[in-house]
């Protein structure tokens, strides 16, 4: 069973950046694909961004894109989530997973980690 290992959430300014990450250790060649999430305090979980391990192609949110970077280092096993321009409604716990695919449904995503909470405040 794979174990998705989030980090680098934490307490920012608006208009601030940070760098989330995930690794998959021990991760599947079905496991193609690697996706943030983000659930704000009263709200569904929706999709950020994910990413192709093979290739690295991409895909953003709206809210995501220009702001946000996603990458990946398939040495390390390791997924990033560079957030520029925090704005307050990108509060939330933001979760990693992976699937077979890049897309923007959960229901398309098998692993999940834990969390890690990022909190934009003014």
């Known amino acids: 069973q794979v174990q998705l290992v989030e980090s680098g959430g934490g307490l920012v300014q608006p208009g601030g950046s940070l760098t989330l990450s995930c690794t998959a250790p021990?991760?599947?060649?079905?496991?193609?694909?690697m996706a943030w999430f983000r659930q704000a305090p009263g709200k569904e979980r929706e999709f950020v961004a994910a990413?192709?391990?093979?290739?690295?192609?991409?895909l953003y949110a709206d809210s995501a894109q220009g702001r946000f970077t996603i990458s990946r280092d398939n040495a390390q096993d390791t997924v990033w989530l560079r957030m520029n321009s925090l704005r307050p409604d990108d509060t939330g716990v933001y979760y990693c997973?992976?699937?077979?695919?890049?897309?923007?449904?959960?229901?398309?995503?098998?692993?999940w980690g834990q969390g890690t909470r990022v909190t934009v405040w003014v």
């Open positions: 990413i192709r391990w093979i290739g690295g192609r991409t």
């Open positions: 021990g991760r599947t060649y079905e496991m193609a694909a």
């Open positions: 997973a992976t699937g077979a695919y890049v897309r923007r449904a959960q229901s398309d995503y098998g692993h």
